[in-house]
């Protein structure tokens, strides 16, 4: 059974950072391409970034480069994103996701976590 | 950056009755190696997303044979040929020909 284990979540102060993780289980980690999604109260979803497998290419939206930066470390099957500056329009779950590229994949996201809240707020 | 635009907004279907969902693209989602990579997910009321539908008409694992997709290019849409309960929840469709990513609005599907 596949499972994704979001954590780090939380209230912070605008300005400030926080570092979230994913732990894997299920899958072959170190071989999928990981991505976190978000998903504002009340809104639709927005893809915050991705990382390949072996973690040597990354991908933002020009809207978030510069303040999230993504991360894996495939010896523990964990995921990182580690956001900085801030503000009240990050408050929304955030979610890891695995986005199925190449091989038998269609470039989907077919494996998601439960979510981890973050809330930016003084 | 491909935007994604769902219609109808709100969608209120009579259990057993058909439901369809409609997904424009503001450019072809058909990629260089010929497959269009559109999907689309169903988000339960405090549940994470779920996939149902990969490259336009291809059910994921688990998903029931009510849920069909079609479309080509820039047009697709979901249908669902016998609503039920459980179906309750907001759908999107999402697209993976090029970074960025991006999700349409959502539809929310409730019943009557």
């Known amino acids: 059974e596949v499972q994704l284990l979001e954590s780090g979540g939380g209230l912070v102060q605008p300005g400030g950072s926080l570092r979230l993780s994913c732990a894997a289980s299920?899958?072959?980690?170190?071989?999928?391409?990981m991505s976190w999604v978000r998903q504002a109260p009340g809104k639709g979803l927005e893809w915050v970034s991705s990382?390949?497998?072996?973690?040597?290419?990354?991908y933002y939206p020009d809207s978030l480069k510069g303040r999230f930066t993504i991360s894996r470390d495939n010896s523990k099957n964990a995921l990182y994103l580690q956001i900085n500056s801030l503000r009240a329009e990050d408050t929304a779950v955030y979610y890891c996701a695995r986005y199925c590229v190449g091989g038998s994949c269609s470039r989907y996201f077919d494996y998601w976590g439960q979510g981890t809240l973050v809330t930016v707020s003084s | 950056d491909i935007v994604m635009t769902q219609t109808p907004l709100s969608s209120p279907v009579t259990l057993g009755q058909p439901a369809s969902i409609s997904c424009r693209s503001s450019?072809?989602?058909?990629?260089?190696?010929?497959?269009?990579?559109l999907s689309w997910l169903q988000q339960r009321p405090g549940q994470p997303p779920r996939l149902l539908i990969y490259k336009i008409s291809n059910r994921f694992s688990g998903v029931p044979d009510r849920f069909n997709g079609s479309g080509a290019g820039t047009e697709f849409t979901l249908k669902i040929s016998r609503v039920e309960a459980e179906d309750v929840g907001v759908y999107y469709c999402m697209q993976g020909r090029q970074f960025p990513l991006t999700f349409g609005g959502g539809t929310k599907l409730e019943i009557k």
């Open positions: 299920g899958i072959t980690f170190s071989t999928s391409e």
């Open positions: 450019q072809s989602l058909v990629h260089s190696d010929g497959n269009t990579y």
């Open positions: 990382i390949t497998g072996s973690g040597g290419s990354t």
